[in-house]
């Protein structure tokens, strides 16, 4: 296929262009596989992941980011790349993508691929495109490293598929929670046309790893999985109804991972709401929260929200906070909680669950063997015992444990709907979710 490209953009300032474009696309992480080069290629994907660097606005990129073009044909309101406004337009050819991979590798600035795109005349056009770019990377230019590309809705299966068995992981963007959400910001796109490409990579998954075990070099399909992206506050979704859709994408389609991008006002338009305090960053956090425990903790959405009370409470993670509103289940004893019940105390994480598990069969445990071990005291002391013993004197009482927590040198009062505080001059913003 030809890309009918205007030839006096050079391939710099498509790269300024095209890099800046893709910023707003969270949806790439760390490999989550392992494949060592043959020796005849160049590269290799670790399972630890790839090398990580951070923008200018604090997003963890690990990956050339690009876009292969910012050209779209569609509207949707939220999109600085939308059809109707008037940005610098560019669009890669494939064999500059694979130009650019290559250089980048060699010079040691990337170890892979995250390629993305806007919808260059038709999405199975554009679907084209990408998957002559990623053939040409892996079978012309022996490209053994991590590849990241979007499957776009709306594209032909076949190509979806195809382009599946050159990529390590692929991802379909939700863009929006819900139906309606779309119906309003996104008129050109629907569910359907969303969740069908999702569809396919799950069961061609499914089939491959059938075939693996019976033919050991049968082609891998999207190894890595796949994965998907919401925009957080553009629409009014409450958290409750939020992790309710991520909750379903991982029973449904057993996607790896789904990521949330706080709404950034790009564009002035009467349907996008105001955004006085900024994009909603420490909401975008606590449903980075919240999606591990339901990954990770063996928690689901109803327990930590519901209809009654569908937003996270703003000053305490959600473990903590599912915690202090169930401290029937509390002090557990250190010596006999099993797995499940160690995962759900606040300042206990997966591998300190683990090591808990392992160290307490060849003795007894003190707090301060805890400590060693990667247990959080500050916060687990309230919820755990030692022996039969608690580390301090404390009340087991809500307002009481809450008020440690948040500050202990605040006297914190709030409502029951979690959402109502004074008398606060410091909360939590950690990234730690034990």
């Known amino acids: 296929m030809e890309l009918r490209v205007s030839p006096e953009v050079t391939i710099f300032k498509k790269l300024e262009i095209l890099t800046d474009a893709a910023k707003y696309d969270v949806a790439c992480t760390s490999s989550g596989i392992e494949r060592n080069g043959d020796g005849l290629g160049m590269g290799n994907t670790k399972l630890a992941g790839i090398c990580h660097s951070f923008s200018s606005d604090g997003r963890c990129i ?125 008129p050109n796109k629907n569910r359907k046309n969303i969740l069908t490409p999702m569809r396919l990579i799950q069961n061609v998954r499914k089939e491959n790893q059938n075939e693996l075990t019976i033919y050991r070099h049968a082609p891998r399909f999207v190894p890595a999985g796949q994965s998907t992206q919401m925009i957080i506050g553009a629409t009014p979704e409450s958290d409750y109804q939020i992790m309710s859709v991520a909750e379903n994408l991982y029973q449904k389609f057993e996607l790896k991972r789904v990521f949330y991008s706080a709404f950034v006002r790009v564009n002035d338009d009467a349907m996008l709401p105001a955004l006085p305090g900024g994009p909603p960053l420490l909401r975008e956090h606590r449903l980075y929260q919240a999606d591990f425990l339901l990954r990770y903790y063996g928690f689901r959405a109803a327990e930590l929200l519901s209809e009654q009370r569908p937003h996270f409470n703003v000053f305490l993670d959600p473990k903590c906070d599912w915690a202090v509103r169930h401290l029937e289940q509390f002090p557990v004893e250190i010596h006999k909680a099993d797995y499940k019940t160690l995962l759900r105390v606040p300042g206990i994480g997966v591998k300190s669950a683990q090591r808990i598990i392992g160290a307490r069969k060849s003795g007894t445990l003190q707090f301060e063997d805890l400590k060693k071990i990667g247990v959080v005291l500050k916060r687990a002391l309230y919820f755990i015992t030692c022996g039969g013993r608690m580390m301090y004197r404390t009340k087991l009482e809500e307002d009481y444990i809450v008020r440690n927590l948040v500050d202990p040198k605040e006297n914190v009062s709030f409502s029951r709907d979690g959402m109502t505080y004074r008398q606060l001059s410091l909360f939590d913003v950690s990234s730690n979710y034990q």
């Open 62 to 186: 690990s990956l050339l980011k690009i876009l292969f073009t910012n050209e779209c044909i569609f509207d949707c309101k939220y999109c600085l790349n939308r059809r109707s406004n008037d940005v610098p337009r560019a669009s890669f050819t494939p064999d500059e993508i694979c130009e650019l991979t290559m250089q980048f590798y060699r010079r040691n600035y990337i170890e892979g691929l995250f390629l993305s795109s806007g919808i260059l005349y038709s999405p199975s056009y554009t679907m084209e495109l990408i998957y002559q770019t990623v053939r040409k990377l892996r079978v012309e230019h022996h490209f053994q490293g991590y590849i990241h590309v979007k499957a776009i809705p709306g594209a032909d299966s076949q190509l979806v598929f195809q382009t599946g068995l050159f990529a390590d992981r692929m991802s379909v963007n939700l863009e929006l929670p819900t139906a309606e959400g779309l119906r309003v910001l996104a």
